[in-house]
């Protein structure tokens, strides 16, 4: 069965520190996988994707991801956090629909 | 930039209810979805639609739900006899088409049944 699992449910990063989310996931085939981002009181935004080819995508706001198929991984980075950033982060793996991780909400200290 | 649009942002009803929420997908997409997000957990699938069809709906889209295209801007939820446990923030999805297309989220209508 699919599923995405995010292990942190809270992280706590200082301003220009940086920071990775991770997110593994469970898909029978080649895994179409997403990273979304939700600041209070808005809806999701999509930072990026993953459906083949260059397994470092970029995304937008300085995001990246690692696509790691023998570890089932796709971590989400960014090398220099900005308070902006303060927000909930979601995985999804998906075709037909979004199957989304948990979330993992991320401080920002100044 | 073309966003969907959801109304309304918060509503609050009575237990046995029915509620109607709202959604403007993106005009030129094809595809729609509903999610739901109890609080403090993750987003769930509901249902998705295509060509005035659901095409495929998760194990919460019971009997107790419908989704209709009744004109061709809106996508609407409709939940018959709302119950405690539906409160949760509700999105509606939109996209151009299908597949490995990205999902267009609108901000959500927060559903409160008391």
């Known amino acids: 069965a699919q599923s995405v699992t995010q292990p942190d449910i809270h992280i706590t990063v200082s301003e220009g520190a940086s920071l990775e989310l991770r997110c593994n996931y469970s898909?029978?085939?080649?895994?179409?996988l997403f990273w979304y981002v939700q600041s209070p009181g808005q809806g999701l935004q999509l930072l990026l994707k993953?459906?083949?080819?260059?397994?470092l995508v970029q995304g937008i706001k300085g995001f990246e991801a690692e696509f790691k198929r023998s570890q089932s991984s796709f971590n989400l980075r960014k090398p220099s956090v900005h308070w902006s950033d303060a927000a909930e982060y979601f995985c999804a793996v998906g075709l037909l629909y979004m199957r989304f991780g948990a979330g993992t909400r991320l401080t920002v200290k100044p | 930039e073309p966003e969907v649009t959801q109304t309304p942002s918060h509503q609050v009803t009575q237990m046995g209810q029915e509620v109607i929420l709202r959604c403007v997908p993106i005009s030129n997409h094809l595809y729609f979805y509903w999610y739901r997000q109890i609080l403090g957990q993750k987003v769930e699938f509901l249902v998705s639609?295509?060509?005035?069809?659901?095409?495929?709906k998760s194990e919460i889209f019971d009997d107790q739900f419908s989704v209709e295209r009744p004109d061709g801007s809106n996508f609407t939820l409709k939940i018959r006899s709302t119950k405690l446990e539906d409160s949760a923030m509700y999105f509606c999805?939109?996209?151009?088409?299908?597949?490995?297309?990205?999902?267009?989220f609108g901000p959500g209508t927060r559903l409160l049944v008391l």
């Open positions: 898909y029978g085939a080649t895994p179409y």
């Open positions: 999805a939109s996209t151009l088409a299908g597949g490995s297309e990205t999902q267009y």
């Open positions: 639609f295509y060509n005035n069809e659901i095409s495929e």
């Open positions: 993953y459906f083949s080819g260059d397994t």
